[in-house]
């Protein structure tokens, strides 16, 4: 077995190939560029017009396109500091945050529907909407309703081309936002690209200067509101708690750092006492669990009898004296004094161990007693200090309400007076945060189209489309054509591929020249065929294929012509019984043949026509019986084929195809094994394999396919892949 493939000085590594039992040569890898290329170089026609047609369409959108241009703006959007009175330290997430938040707000606000009203009042859009239509290359016609009369609809349409042509734009990491408009006219883009700086500028500071006024006079009386309700919460609080001599002690609590402390001793001493209950509890339960478990089971299954050391020193020594007593009783009788002695001795340590488990036992069963009453104890304790704490939290209850309300009203007014002092402090300052850094020039240059984007776009378009072109093609028809696919898509190895003969060529001559290229083919297969079975070549050979045409009856010849060349005795019979075909190829008579052998009406010597080619002999279909598959069903094929079996080395069968008929897979099972021949880029693969599978399921031995009429150049394949599998069969 060679570890490499070599022809014409070129070796392809073992790594890329593998060779397969019928010693065909198969790529490795799931990814097949090979492939891909060949599927396109089969669709070139129709990828290279779809590129071109794609080039050509955006050619003339990137003519047809009115040109637009694009004025931008750009502003600076600073954070303005609120809190400047000693207030402005924040922490560092708090403040990014803060940041992305204002500079979207910002962002939504030059989006916003009354910043496009401000800029259409600006430039007289309303009024002079024909011209803004004119200048944004858009149709006059509105589109007016019930609800909208044509001003309105007028506005509609204004507001909504702002909005489509405005593109505003913030980069990472910085606070300057660029304002672009775009616009068939460059000096009307750049006039709404600057009148939209301006009025962003000139709201921002009316905004500021509405929300002081307004906020300073909210809170002005907001905070006498919460004064008053301040002083009312406080006298009310003051006088409950006078009327029913209620001190709260909380206050002491929270200073020493127990936030959640409870409001008076008694609740204090419950809530100990209700842990030491819980404890208590669970000691009970287990003191219970194990007293129970003591007094159900076996004495000496207690764990702490096991447990115990004297327990377990009396078991050794018990043991031990088992043992002895069982070696005494096997040499003497029960009355000797040995082993009266060691009974007592026995006897006298289980009494010990069952007392001592005894006292164990009630050492637990007082634990449990104890265990219960403490918890009793605690229990009663417990409902006392209940009834205490009910009757003081009955009086804190509306304490608590007053205090809460105290508390609340007391943080309001604190705040209020807060912000309130903070805002007096920056009344008058009307600074502004949004800063102009560079007006709107106009543009020279239009934006769109960019004649190189479009064609590239074009051009990747194409190549998209031509790709799933060529996928979906492939998928639909999806053909056998190279060696690789029959044996991926049909799990079949491939033992021979046949080239297609060129137009005008005698096929005849091709067979009879040993150097031709169809003769190295059948070479290759002849050397396949050495190998097909455990005692080498085999006795008896079918040729089938799937539908008629492909190539069977003249693979079956040239396979017996290759087979004579080595020595080999050969006889080709004929028993497509209804379409007989070798008669016809290589120009023989067909008055008698296989039919008159099935019919036993002939013998062998009297049909067979010797050396049609140097050792190969012939037996034609002969007459087309009315019935060929009963002739093929009987026991007189099989026994012919065993006849010639015995005269010849191997007997090649011209079988019928398999679509719609069932003379193949009769043959199948007589044959000792069958060759598929495959038309390349005839046949889809769905078709060859349900063809096999009634093969197989007749009992045929399919060891192989042969690819018939391969044409690698067609198929999209070099020459070189062609001879690879062509000429791996022959010596170096």
Request: net charge negative; glycine share 4%.
């Amino acid at each position: 077995m060679l570890n490499s493939q070599e022809a014409d000085g070129q070796i392809v590594p073992e790594e890329y190939y593998s060779r397969a039992a019928e010693g065909s040569y198969r790529p490795v890898g799931g990814f097949n560029a090979v492939a891909i290329l060949a599927a396109v170089y089969r669709s070139r026609f129709w990828v290279a017009g779809i590129i071109v047609t794609m080039l050509l369409a955006g050619i003339i959108f990137t003519l047809l396109t009115t040109p637009v241009y694009e004025a931008r703006a750009t502003v600076q959007a600073n954070q303005e500091n609120e809190k400047i009175l000693g207030t402005e330290s924040q922490d560092t997430v708090a403040s990014v945050m803060d940041a992305k938040r204002f500079l979207q707000t910002q962002l939504d606000i030059l989006r916003s529907e009354s910043l496009a009203n401000l800029v259409a009042e600006e430039l007289n859009l309303y009024k002079n909407s024909e011209k803004f239509f004119e200048s944004m290359n858009e149709d006059l016609d509105l589109e007016t309703s019930t609800f909208l009369s044509k001003d309105d609809a007028t506005r509609e349409r204004v507001l909504e081309l702002l909005d489509d042509n405005l593109q505003v734009r913030l980069p990472a990491e910085s606070r300057i936002i660029t304002i672009s408009f775009s616009s068939p006219d460059a000096a009307f883009a750049s006039r709404v690209a600057n009148s939209y700086a301006n009025n962003f500028i000139r709201s921002n500071l009316q905004r500021k200067f509405d929300s002081s006024s307004y906020a300073r006079e909210f809170l002005r009386q907001q905070l006498d509101e919460a004064r008053a309700r301040l002083e009312v919460s406080e006298r009310q609080q003051l006088a409950y708690a006078r009327r029913t001599r209620l001190i709260d002690t909380s206050n002491a609590a929270e200073a020493s750092g127990v936030r959640s402390a409870p409001r008076s001793l008694t609740a204090a001493t419950l809530v100990q006492l209700n842990q030491s209950y819980a404890t208590a509890v669970a000691d009970r339960l287990k003191a219970q669990k194990k007293w129970e478990s003591a007094n159900n089971g076996p004495i000496r299954n207690i764990p702490e009898v096991l447990q115990n050391e004297t327990i377990q020193r009396l078991l050794q020594g018990k043991a031990l004296l088992q043992a002895q007593m069982q070696e005494q009783r096997e040499r003497r009788k029960e009355d000797y004094p040995v082993v009266r002695q060691l009974q007592a001795q026995l006897d006298e340590m289980d009494s010990q161990i069952n007392s001592i488990a005894n006292h164990i036992r009630q050492s637990l069963r007082q634990d449990y007693s104890s265990a219960l009453a403490l918890e009793k104890g605690i229990e009663s304790q417990m409902s006392e200090l209940k009834e205490k704490t009910l009757e003081e939290q009955s009086l804190a209850v509306q304490f608590g309400i007053l205090d809460r309300t105290t508390q609340t009203d007391r943080e309001l007014y604190d705040l209020l007076l807060k912000r309130y002092n903070e805002l007096n402090a920056e009344a008058g300052m009307k600074a502004n945060n949004i800063l102009l850094v560079d007006q709107a020039r106009t543009p020279s240059e239009p934006v769109t189209p960019n004649i190189p984007l479009n064609i590239i776009l074009s051009l990747i378009a194409g190549v998209g489309l031509a790709g799933l072109f060529v996928f979906g093609r492939e998928q639909l028809f999806d053909t056998l054509r190279t060696p690789d696919e029959v044996r991926e898509r049909l799990d079949l190895s491939v033992i021979g591929v046949v080239p297609e003969i060129r137009e005008g060529a005698d096929d005849t001559e091709l067979l009879r020249d040993p150097k031709s290229e169809v003769s190295e083919a059948f070479s290759s297969l002849r050397a396949a065929l050495m190998l097909a079975s455990s005692h080498g070549l085999p006795r008896s050979i079918q040729f089938t294929s799937t539908r008629a045409s492909e190539g069977k009856s003249f693979t079956a010849i040239a396979t017996g012509i290759g087979l004579a060349r080595i020595g080999k005795r050969v006889v080709v019979l004929d028993v497509d019984l209804r379409r007989p075909n070798q008669h016809r190829l290589n120009k023989l008579d067909n008055t008698h043949g296989a039919s008159d052998l099935l019919t036993h009406n002939m013998t062998i010597e009297e049909v067979v026509q010797r050396e049609v080619y140097p050792g190969v002999d012939m037996i034609t279909g002969g007459p087309i019986p009315p019935n060929p598959t009963e002739l093929l069903t009987s026991d007189s094929l099989s026994e012919l084929v065993r006849q010639l079996e015995g005269r010849y080395d191997v007997v090649i069968l011209d079988s019928a195809p398999l679509l719609g008929l069932a003379d193949a897979v009769l043959l199948g099972a007589t044959s000792e094994a069958t060759v598929l021949v495959i038309h390349s880029a005839a046949n889809q693969t769905a078709t060859v394999r349900n063809a096999m599978n009634r093969l197989r399921a007749g009992g045929a031995k399919i060891i192989g396919a042969v690819l018939n009429r391969f044409d690698a150049k067609q198929a999209g394949y070099s020459y070189e892949y062609s001879y690879s599998y062509v000429s791996d069969h022959e010596p170096a």
